[in-house]
């Protein structure tokens, strides 16, 4: 699918993959519709698009923000060609040591909010018989680690939304994509990983965000419904698939490095 003129609104566009991804496709000639929760970042981000663009204040746990957003950027644009569902945070921490509360708060941002976002674009994508969604979810949603319960938790609802919605709209021309990034250099590690332990420990294969933005525009371009990142992932998946249990003692040590 050429990009050129689409309307892709994206979520978590403030900083990280959000931000580039958007700058990479104003560059295809793509609109990029900026959603964050912080107006200055938003306008900072803005600064490095090279073409036309949204920006739009929308913090997804907002049910009526949502709705009032969505509605917004189809009076103003007439359509939305593809949504990016990217926001979300992590917290690396022991099962003991979270509260109920911190689980309910990245479950709502991780999952509810693409929940609402995907709920208020769906209607308009059906009426036009064409669309994609691609959500953000991560290798955790396929394998669990110890001390991202939580985090864990929202990504595999994530996949199971993804893919489940996917069966729901293949007849309808509504594409439904998964991208499931491993480890990737950004302000992300801020909140998830204060000590800078983790990150260190897995800074050779950590990817530059760069290099996921790159692989979401081309799923974008090509249709396609999955992408595991980095490639080497999506073997090792499969063979988590077949022998799951054999896995997690083959792994744990490697794994296991929060």
Known sequence: MALQGKVVVITGASSGIGALTAQMLSQRGAVPILLARSED?????AAGIPGVFGLFVCDVTDDAAVVRTFEAILAEYGRIDILLNNAGYGKFAAFTEMEPCEFDAM??????GIVRCTKAVVPHMLERG????VNVASMAGKIGTARAVAYTATKHAVLGFTNALRQELRKSGIIVSAVNPGPIATEFFKTADPSGNYE???SR????????SA??????????????LPGLAAFGIRLYGLFPRLADKLTYNAMNRK
């Open 41 to 45: 970042k938003l306008k900072e981000t």
């Open 215 to 228: 692989k979401i525009v081309k799923l974008m371009e090509k249709g396609k419904e999955e992408v595991d």
């Open 130 to 133: 064409s669309g994609q969604i």
């Open 200 to 202: 260190k420990s897995v």
């Open 107 to 112: 479950m709502d941002v991780n999952y509810m």
């Open 205 to 212: 294969i950590m990817m530059t965000p760069q290099h996921v």
